[in-house]
């Protein structure tokens, strides 16, 4: 059992950066895959980012590489999301999730978080 609680969503201008966390209790953590999704207003949720559970390997979803960067650190049970040069089209709920793979479906995760809101102004 992962229970995740996710952090560091705001308000922020188009080009400005943010740092989301994702803080995870249970056991099952630094052997599970970690991923970020986010869902927009009145769009399906769609893939961010995952990674492995050593971190060694990292998957972007293609609109997304370059400007985020996924991290994880086993010792603090967090994973992170660092979001540079944000645009207004960046605005959603963000989400972290925890699953056995590398997947980019989020039916393939069995634990989510509630989600952190982020705002990007024009």
């Known amino acids: 059992q992962v229970q995740l609680v996710e952090s560091g969503g705001g308000l922020v201008q188009a080009g400005g950066s943010l740092r989301l966390s994702c803080a995870a209790s249970g056991r099952t953590f630094s052997t599970s895959v970690m991923g970020w999704f986010r869902q927009a207003p009145g769009k399906e949720r769609v893939f961010v980012a995952a990674?492995?559970?050593?971190?060694?390997?990292?998957i972007y979803a293609n609109s997304m590489k370059g400007r985020f960067t996924i991290s994880r650190d086993n010792a603090k049970n967090t994973v992170y999301l660092q979001m540079n040069s944000l645009k207004p089209e960046d605005t959603a709920v963000y989400y972290c999730a925890a699953g056995p793979g590398m997947r980019l479906r989020g039916d393939d995760y069995d634990y989510w978080g509630q989600g952190t809101q982020v705002t990007v102004s024009s």
């Open positions: 990674i492995s559970r050593s971190g060694s390997n990292i």
